[in-house]
């Protein structure tokens, strides 16, 4: 059985939309799982301090990109937020951010050792409004509630995240198309491109045409943690002098948007924090990506 916090329907305003240097959309799965951080930081001082979090689930029910494309725009154009006049009069120089607005429900993972106290979901309650999610306000949430399902049933956690579509891992796309000679960033498009067959008649025009992509399924580039460039080491006026810091880039990967009922466990929806092996990769994961390992495993040995 799994303790599952479920915080259902949470409208966040002005969420970062620049996952990495080269994917703009839904914000990164670090940023999810750095709010599950931040929210475990918070029960530190308090009698729940003993409860841990060990994973988060992402529904994603509703997302407004803030872009703009006009009728004969090739490429879409970031709506930026205007920023106060300098000294001149005129507007300061600043690095367009993109943002948007979604309505999400997250379910986490806990740790505890009690289920059914009223007192701590108070306290998840209260403490929300003071926090953010991908640099995002919360707007609104309907009151969170736990619950105890059985992982081989996910129909009894599904419920409450219908109708969204809910986010994980497709990275063994990507390490497929790279065994045979693609770089990563090749790798990526081709399973994102679109493919148009177009048939011509003797006239030169358009007989047929069909469009189709390489893999079924919504496919998104997605970003699941950062890798190191540069040795650890301390930073003159950094906000934490006890911590060694070090500058990473962000990692990128394929995943899918399925609607909560294609899962069979709970494990598949479930992100995690992946354990740091020394190897200058800071990560998270999610159990989609294994149990298609282990099934393609199985189906070569038939």
């Known amino acids: 059985m799994k303790d599952i916090l479920l915080i259902p329907n949470i409208k966040i305003h002005n969420a970062n939309a620049l996952s990495s240097p080269y994917t703009i959309g839904f914000p990164a799965m670090t940023a999810w799982l750095g709010f599950m951080h931040a929210l475990q930081r918070k029960l530190a ?9 060990t994973g988060i689930i992402v529904s994603c029910l509703d997302m407004n ?14 709506v930026a937020s205007s920023n106060p006049l300098d000294k001149s009069g005129k507007r300061p120089s600043f690095i367009e951010e993109a943002r948007c607005d979604l309505e999400v429900s997250l379910a986490i993972e ?24 991908a640099s995002g306000d919360l707007m609104s949430f309907k009151p969170c509630r736990l619950l105890e399902v059985d992982n081989s049933q996910p129909r009894e956690l599904t419920k409450y995240l219908m109708p969204g579509f809910c986010l994980v891992s497709r990275q063994e796309l990507m390490k497929k198309e790279m065994e045979q000679g693609s770089d990563a960033i090749d790798a990526i498009l081709t399973y994102l491109k679109t493919t148009t067959d177009i048939e011509i008649d003797e006239n030169h025009h358009v007989k047929k045409s069909q469009a189709y992509k390489k893999e ?20 003159t006026n950094s906000r934490d002098s006890k911590t060694p810091h070090r ?32 190897d200058d990769l800071y990560l998270c994961h999610n159990n989609f ?14």
């Not at 009698?47 to 841990?52: A, D, L, N």
């Not at 990109?65 to 970031?78: A, E, M, P, R, V």
């Not at 962000?250 to 494990?267: A, C, N, R, V």
Request: aromatic content about 14%; some cysteine; hydrophobic content about 35%.
């Open 289 to 302: 990506l294994i149990n298609n390992h282990l099934s393609t495993n199985e189906e070569s040995k038939l």
């Open 45 to 53: 001082p308090t009698e729940f301090e003993h409860i841990k979090f």
């Open 65 to 78: 990109l803030h872009t703009y494309k006009g009728n004969n725009d090739y490429i879409s154009s970031i």
């Open 247 to 278: 500058f990473a880039e962000s990692i990128i990967t394929l995943g899918e948007f399925k609607m909560p009922y294609h899962f069979e466990t709970i494990d598949e929806m479930i992100w995690r924090y992946q354990e740091y092996h020394n």
């Open 110 to 133: 806990c740790d505890m050792d009690f289920i059914g106290d009223n007192r701590f979901t108070d306290y998840i309650d209260s403490t929300l409004h003071t926090m953010k999610i």
């Open 216 to 235: 079924k399924g919504w496919i998104v580039p997605i970003a699941v943690g950062y890798q190191g460039i540069s040795e650890l080491g301390n930073i």
